[in-house]
């Protein structure tokens, strides 16, 4: 549920089919509230291809509060009339909602020491981050937030009442 308007961005890659590439492509998404009323909208015209693929990006910005549902219509239509997989051809469609950063869970929670506890371990993820890795890999370059993914984090208050040492490992 979203409660504010944060910008939403669409967009798609869309292509003729040859051997005559001018075929017809269009997009149109709907933000809807609750009763599916709509509280924005883009809507292309009939869009004549070419052999080249080409994005089509719009960003939804300032439209009222209370977008419950996304209606998202694309389609085109071959100017040979042949039946089969003629026509526009549609690639990588995109959905993206910019979402405010969030407080995480700890702000919440009262401190405590988590040494009592033996191992400790964690990540220091905390939920949030301004991209994501896995295996050494980017696998996604934009902000994201899961409180899902969020580790216990560390208070850093100590108690030593067993004079325990204590050792930070890299390693898993």
């Known amino acids: 549920v979203v409660t504010t308007s944060p910008k ?7 292509k003729g089919t040859p051997p005559n590439c001018e075929d017809f492509y ?8 609750d009763n599916d009323c709509v509280l924005s909208e883009f809507s292309t015209d009939i869009i004549r291809t070419t052999e080249n693929w080409e994005r089509l990006t719009h ?7 209370g977008v419950r549902k996304i209606k998202w219509e694309h389609g085109g239509k071959d100017v040979e ?4 997989n003629y026509g526009a051809r549609v690639s990588g469609s995109r959905l993206c909602i910019e979402m405010p950063q969030v407080d995480g869970i700890t702000k919440y929670i009262t401190k ?9 371990s964690s990540t220091f993820n905390t939920g949030y981050g301004s991209s994501m890795w896995i295996n050494g890999n980017i ?10 993914y969020q580790d216990p984090q560390p208070s850093f ?10 050792r930070i490992s890299f390693k898993n």
Do not use: C, M
């Open 139 to 148: 696998v996604n370059k934009n902000k994201w937030f899961h409180i899902g």
């Open 112 to 120: 405590r020491a988590l040494t009592d506890i033996l191992p400790f």
């Open 59 to 65: 960003i939804f910005e300032g439209y009222p509060k």
């Open 157 to 166: 208050i100590l108690k030593d009442s067993l004079k325990t040492r204590i």
């Open 8 to 14: 939403i961005s669409v967009s798609e890659w869309y």
């Open 81 to 84: 009339h042949w039946g089969g």
């Open 26 to 33: 269009f997009l149109k998404v709907q933000l809807l509230d």
